[in-house]
Nanobody, 123 residues
């Protein structure tokens, strides 16, 4: 069982940066690939970024490539999403997720989810 708690969301202006954090419980954090997803009002949850269990491979949604960076810190059992050059289209609730199947862009691959953190970008 893995419990995930996100933090770091907030209200920012277009062009600003935010760093989201996701703290994971349990001693098997290194066994899980981690992902970030987001869901805007009236839309389906969508993939944003993922990192392999070792941290050696990362994957991104095309529209965030070059702006967002996913990383993980095994010593802290935490995964991060650094978000730069934010724009209004990035406004959503951001969710952290964990899977033992390997990093994936598919929502249903993930076994554990956090409660989400709101990111609002004003233009």
């Amino acid at each position: 069982q893995v419990q995930l708690v996100e933090s770091g969301g907030g209200l920012v202006q277009a062009g600003d940066s935010l760093r989201l954090s996701c703290a994971a419980s349990g001693r098997t954090f290194s066994s899980y690939a981690m992902g970030w997803f987001r869901q805007a009002p009236g839309k389906e949850r969508e993939f944003v970024a993922a990192v392999s269990s070792t941290g050696g491979s990362t994957y991104y949604k095309d529209s965030v490539k070059g702006r967002f960076t996913i990383s993980r810190d095994g010593a802290k059992n935490t995964v991060y999403l650094q978000m730069n050059s934010l724009n209004a289209e990035d406004t959503a609730v951001y969710y952290c997720a964990a899977t033992w199947r390997g990093a994936s862009r598919v929502v249903t691959t993930y076994d554990y989810w956090g409660q989400g953190t709101q990111v609002t970008v004003s233009s």
